[in-house]
């Protein structure tokens, strides 16, 4: 194990235990343990967890968020006003005035080119600070038979069974 001193580096994982965030937390306890972390990793129920990220008491801690609008995510997962209050969904916990101008600057503008901009440069910031570790991307596989009719989705890939039908 990793030592500073004469004490190990010991992180505290927390996780709610809904689809496969167990399994996931798992995976990167079992890395993290193989280079030389000690990792306790609590899963929780969800109140349990959240009561855990609101009082801060964790050093890594799960989420899995997407949203059509980038600013959505950004502003929930990074935004120093949702450190405390609202919904504590920045659980890097980190409050930096240049991250949220970057998101404030997304949020506010209407030029998709300031605005990519502005996201860019966000994501460039959260990653050169490591203030995400991404493991992998929800992918939805969706089968139907030839016989399914009128079968659509919206823009983030979920099925509308308005006016669907089966063809015989």
């Keep these: 194990?990793?030592?500073?001193?004469?004490?190990?580096?010991?992180?505290?994982?927390?996780?709610?235990?809904?689809?496969?965030?167990?399994?996931?937390?798992?995976?990167?306890?079992?890395?993290?343990?193989?280079?030389g972390f000690d990792v306790t990793f609590d899963v929780?129920?969800?109140?349990?967890?959240?009561?855990?990220?609101?009082?801060?008491?964790?050093?890594?801690?799960?989420?899995?968020?997407?949203?059509?609008?980038?600013?959505?995510?950004?502003?929930?997962?990074?935004?120093?006003?949702q450190i405390t209050g609202g919904g504590q969904f920045n659980r890097t916990r980190v409050a930096d005035p240049r991250l949220d101008a970057m998101i404030d600057t997304g949020l506010r503008s209407v030029s998709t080119r300031e605005r990519a901009k502005a996201y860019m440069d966000f994501q460039v910031y959260a990653m050169e600070n490591a203030l995400v570790l991404p493991l992998y991307d929800n992918s939805w596989l969706t089968i139907v038979r030839k016989e399914v009719q009128g079968m659509s989705f919206d823009q983030e890939g979920r099925w509308l069974f308005y006016n669907v039908w089966i063809q015989r």
């Excluded at 190990?8 to 306890?29: P, T, Y």
């Design 44 to 81: 929780t129920g969800y109140d349990a967890f959240a009561k855990r990220v609101t009082d801060g008491s964790y050093n890594l801690a799960e989420i899995n968020f997407t949203g059509l609008d980038p600013n959505v995510p950004a502003f929930l997962m990074y935004h120093s006003s």
């Design 1 to 35: 194990m990793r030592q500073k001193g004469a004490q190990r580096l010991r992180l505290q994982m927390i996780g709610f235990d809904s689809g496969v965030n167990r399994q996931l937390g798992e995976v990167v306890q079992a890395m993290l343990t193989e280079i």
